[in-house]
């Protein structure tokens, strides 16, 4: 089991307009991950759009990837929600439906303390014996973790990595070396963030989070190898055949790219959850280049 | 039907930890309001933790308030949702629940766009005849309306009114001079956040939207009445006597004030939706000191 550790992908979860899971579509597209042999697979992350889906939906499709991957992937699930008893029915759901570990998001509404994260943390992370991941993005959930905090949640017993936003490639020695000595040792720090990550890696990270290698495995992996190498010129040659997908990324938000590509390929017939909008046509064809243009990788 | 004009007051939605609601204690909370004579009431804002609750206990809080309210004050009901299928439903269910209108916030996980909010508001306006107010809170929803977006959504048949965040009192009488030549002429613009509210209704908003107000009906009472009569000696002297409590909302939170007020008062006795967790008893007692000083208003 390489959970916390290596490349791990972040698929999006098909479903209709209503969110009901479209396990056919979520099968094809685990399937490839599989075959493809990235180290874990992280369902109901920000690419699996958690927050837009049901309890009921979220159990559907996390029993779907369970009977695809039968073991042989390990299967992180996001169980972030506004309300703890929420966030604790979800982790407890986790476990029987067949996953490997849980991603904690702390997603909030009214702001919330350091010392409110930790008990919302130490309160799920006690009612599942899974282990536990804190995802921590900023970006998406208007939150901050300071170090103390993420140091105290990394002594609780389930608590056994992060998945932290890749800082610029020269902050991210200075990162790791001030959260380390913080942390137990077997405490695995990973990024994400796609366009920072393999430099993150290379540069200490224990595993790469990715929505796009939810996606386009083969390609990201053939990245993630160079980072795993530390071969630097590697990273920059491959990551300057990325650029226009990251780019697009950055404009148009990745998980509607995502969506573009997985429209693209004939891997699902759908959109995002609305309102969230699809790609215009343009922009699909631009998306598409990008992903035509990695065959140089 | 004073919708959308005059004093609106946002009462939190007492509930037990898994969010089940305190049907006695909310009808206690209503009673208090309807008695006070306020001219309308929120229920379900971000006062009343509406992210935190079902479906089906969002229905519940508002069948208690419609009976309870029995057509003597207009009910308005928060129906703010990720995903826009969930918000429709939610609006659906308004009005045989008995409510008199709707409050629309963009609540946002992914960054939305100025027209995916257009989109997302038009399809949930029509989903129901009640009329809709814009919930336009970036500080809690992280989507910032642009006045071309506002003005498209005023133009819909019906949206008719819009909550905005109190600017500064210096920057009020621009801020309605720019957005009115570009609304239809009955579309009501009312202001929220307590401290800056009272200025910006005596400098022309139509509607207070307050969270105090659903706990302390009388003492805001006194404060819009002080607008309405733009008597800006008299606000100042109020919001002088209010400060204690306007900067503790500012330090804690409005949100744990509000219980933390409503159980002082003995209204409620229980607490916000964890992970937001309730006042200590220091702090608590200074709420209520601040409360106690209102009697000189």
Known sequence: MALFQGLSAFPITPADADGQIDKAALARILERLAVAEVDSIGLLGSAGSYVYLSRDQRRQAVETAAE??????????GVGAFRTSEAVALAKDAKPAGADAVLLAPVSYVSLS???????????SEATDLPLCIYNNPGATHFTFGDELLSKLAHLPNIQAVKMPSPLKEDVPEE????????????KIGYSWDMRSADAVALGGEAWYSGMAGILPQQVLK???AAQAQNFADIDRMNAIFKPLWDLCTKLGTVRVLYGI??????????????VSPLSQTEAEKVMQAVSSLSAL
Do not use: I, W
């Open 68 to 77: 695809v991957l039968n073991g042989k992937t390990p299967l992180m699930v």
């Open 262 to 275: 997985a429209n693209g390929t004939g891997l699902f017939d759908g959109q995002p959850p609305l309102p």
């Open 114 to 124: 350091q010392d409110e994260v930790f008990q919302h943390f130490k309160t799920v």
């Open 223 to 225: 990245l993630y190898r």
């Open 176 to 187: 790791l070396n001030r959260l380390r000595p913080r942390m137990p040792s077997d405490f």
